[in-house]
Every structure is written in structure tokens, then in C-alpha cells.
């Protein structure tokens, strides 16, 4: 298996080893019950003593994982319905952000998500999770119209940042992510945003001006990638470890600095290991935010909105004005 | 366009400070050497090639604002370090460094003055100080100026000079760009005139945010723009960089910026821009108008 991280290895390779010994007292009907439980106990203590305690590192890492479920994978477990829609009606479809009408159960919204691939031709055809302007356009153009027939927003974030590229900076990626930012700010329906992966700056933050925004346990949102940091500030890429330590990039520390408003668990070992409950415990997290938004009146929810951001911030002020 | 390429060859910064320093300088896009005082009498401007030079927040505020009527707001907000950020050196020291180099406090200058006797907010980046980067204090400098452009209904500018975040606020830094979002959008919806002024250069997250969110967007000639820097870019994608590219003209050419406008036309051109607008509230304008209701 390459699709493994360092830390991983270890659990990974008793885990297969259990597996072995089953199959093998199955086929031999051997008795192995004494020497089964003994490994799985041993694996149960591994489990625990490695993600009990990740460092920021090992938990972006554990953000990148090539099994990590995607946005998609989300969509295909939790939503009854989806119709994907494409294009921004002005350049082209970017496949590197999803959006469409989804429902789950008796719920619809207006789904938007950033979307990375699973093998080389789709992570291609997807770039990496990395959007152009036509990409934010697009979503703009979804929440626009969320917001004429009244559906909730919700979106779900993973990318490694807005795409750094020629093209993009021709058709205006900042303009697009700046618009995104003042359209979401005045939207008049609720936003639910949950970083689901990867939270890479402005690309990410593009579609993240929410209500409610909500951080899976592994998931990591940074305003620079701890390697694009590291060669700025250390001069040295290598020191990425030692950035994501400095930046204070995983859902625990964004919590602790109120960016975020709720951390979603993940299985033990991060979302990859277990799909289905990881899945689970989003559409639960989600489904109860969207109820506490649809009780709060529309002009509230702008207010709160507003005030939700204008307090982010922290700086020593001598002259006596309230902050926000 | 030879000046791309010659840009790449490099001015080192040394020879440029020693340069500086004397009556001589070296313009850094076209390396034609100028004499001191002459780039003092345009405005900072290359008389070979039109590249304008970085100047000082403060030199646009002597730009734009009618003499005597400018007046500082917000002065006493200073920066935190709420990471206890520390890479080769402690984001406290940087911090006191660029105070001693600037003589400011952040990288942002906020005030209240006149434009050819029209009432207007003014906020102008600091690139001298930290690049100009975005972090707490200038997101809150900027709302804040943002709310007294909405008790007065005077005309909001801001003129951008910026490398991108402040990476040593983490993604306190990164929420700067939707807290001054959430604000503009009032703006707009009160109908308040918003003029962005971009200058060399603008990029990252100020570019994806505030910069682009004029109502009329100009730029000074050959100002370097864009989401990504050129070095990110060139990486990513392993190819050279097209002539011009991210520079003024070219986003012009591609419909991203209203207008490219010359330093020493700069405030004609704006003064004239804000005559088909709303002005200030017709009992606020003038030398008595008070700042924000809310903040008295
Ligand atoms: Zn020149």
C-alpha cells in the first residue's frame, strides 16, 4: 500500500496481520482466539497512543491523505438527491469546484464544494482541488441563485488554494475570490461551511464567508500552506513542520481563536479509516445547523453574520472604541 | 517591451540603497539612472521608462488632500501577536523594527480630509512597513474608517500597496479579507462611492479582497498586481512568464482595472471621478463634519 502515511505504518501493518491470522485459522481451523485478541489489543493501545496525540503535521498530513473522502464522496453518502450543475455562463465548467441542487431528506440546498481527484487523470481533470476564477464564478453564480428561491448554501472546502496560475491571473482570480467575499457577506439565506480537508487561503475563504463554519477534526485551514510559509519566513521549504506549528493551522486551534464554531470527530485515525461514520457525523453537524439557521430571521442572520467577522481580530487598542 | 526582461537581470538591493542615498538614482524597471532631484519634482516617477516609484502612505495623503485639511483617525490601534509567532526571529521584534523604520504603528495610514474641498475617507497602505501585509490592525483600521464613510456618506478611497497576509497572524490574517468584505458589502448597499487605488505593488490577499472590490478601480503605470506572486506562478507551472505580465497595462488589457492613471494626475482624476457620485451628507460636508455617530 503507498497510499500510506509514516505514522501510519505500523497500526496499517498489524492491523494486516490480524487479518492474516483469521484467515488463515479459518482455512486451517486453527484455534487463534488467545493470540487474536492479544494483537488486537496491542493494535487497539497503537491506535490510541498515535491519534490520540497528532502534531499540527501529522494532522496536515492526515488533511492531505490520498484516501481522505472528497467533497463528492460526502455528497454520494449523505444526500438523497443531486443534480450537479455547471459552468459560470461566462468562460467555462471548473472542475476543480463542484456545485448543485442536493437534498437529504425533506432538506435542499444549494451544495458548493471544492473537489480534488482520486487518480492521476481525475486529479488532472479536477486540478488538484485548485480552482480558477470560472470556478468561483460559478459558485457565485449558485449562491445567487440559492438566494433568489430561498435555499440554504452549503459548502464544503478542500483545496490546497485558488490556482497560482497564467491563465487564472488573466481572467482575474482576485476578482473573482473578492467578489465571492462581498456576495457572500450580504447573501439573504444561511450559510453552513465545513472544511472538510484542506482550508487553503483566500481559495478556500472564497466559498467559507458563512453562518456557521464548522471544521472536521483532522482538517487544517491556514491562510499560507506551511510549506509556501516556511520558504518565506525560514527560507527553507523543508521547515513546513515547524510552520504548521507556528501558523496553528487544525481544528483545535481554530477553535481556540474563534475562527471556527464547532469541531466535527472524526474516526479514530482520521475520515479515511472509516468513510461512512465520517459522513455520518458531517450530515448530522450540518443538518443541526441549518435547523438553528432556519429559526433566526433573515435581517438577523445578516446582522450576526456581520458581526460574526468584524469581531475576528486581535490587536491592543488605546483609544477606547469598542472593537467591530 | 525590453523592461520585463531587464527587470529580471535585477537591481540588487544594496547598489539600489547606495544609489538612493546619493543624488543619483536607478530606476528599478528600466535601470536608467536618475538624478535625485528631478524624481523628487515628479512625483516619484521614472522620466525614462513611467514607472512610479514606491512612495510613503503619507506622500498620498500630500497627494490627494487639500492642504491642511487632513486629519489622522484611529491612530492608537497597535499590533498583538495572539500566536506568539516566531520563525528565524520573534514576530514581536519584526514588529518593533518596522515601528522603527516607519515611525508608525501598523502598515496603514487612516484619515479624514478633502479632495479639491469635497469631504473624503482616506486609507492608504504602508508597504515599507512588513510589505504592507494585512493582518489585525489593518482589517479593524479599515472597517473602522469604512463606518465613519457610512455616518458621513463621505466617499471611501484606499490606496493599496501590499504584499499579501501577515502569515505571522495565522488565519487571524486570513479573516481580515472577510471582515473587510462584510463592511464593503455595507458600503455598497448604502451607496457610498469606494475608490481603490492600486500601486507597487498589490497582491495576495489584499489584491483578493478589498483592493478589487471598488466601485472604480485605477492603477498607477506598471504597478505590479496580482492574486499570486510572479515567483509562486513560475514554480507552479515551470514555463516563463509572458511579457508584462501582472503588470498594470496588463490587466487593463484583460478588463481587470477601471484606469491607469499617473501619479501626478492622480487626484484631478479622482476628483473628477467623485463629481458623478454622492458627496457627504449635505449637513455633514465641510470643516465641521463629525466622525461616526456610533463612535461618539
Ligand atoms: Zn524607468
Redesign the pocket.
Known sequence: MAEMLDFEKPIVELEKKIDDLRQLAKQENIEVADELKKLEKKAAKLRRDVFSRLSRWQRVQLARHPLRPYALDYVGRLADEFIELHGDRLFSDDEALIAGLARFGDRRVMLLGHQKGRDTKEKLRRNFGMAHPEGYRKALRMMRMAERFGLPVVTLVDTPGAFPGIEAEERGQSVAIADNLTAMAALRVPIVSVIIGEGGSGGALAIAVADRVLMMENAIYSVISPEGCAAILWADRAKAQDAAEALRVTAPDLMELGIVDEVIPEPLGGAHRDPGEAARAVGEAIDRRLDELSRVPCDRLMEERMAKFLGMGVFKDHSGVPHG | MA?FSKKNRGVRAEKKKNLTDGLWVR?E????I?YRKELERSLWT?G????HFRIRSGDYVKILIDEGTFEEIDAALEPEDPLRFRDSKKYVDRLKAYQKKTGMKEAILCGTGDIDGRRVTLAALEFSFGGGSLGSVMGEKIVRAIRRSLGTGAPFLIVCSSGGARMQEGILSLMQMAKTSVMIARLHEAKIPFLSILTHPTTGGVSASFAFQGDVILAEPKALIGFAGPRVIQQTIGQELPEGFQRSEFLLDHGMVDKIVSRRDLKATVSSILSFFPGPHPTLSGDDAPGDARER
Open positions: 523592461w530606476c524597471f528600466c535601470e536608467e536618475l521614472c525614462a521608462c513611467g514607472f
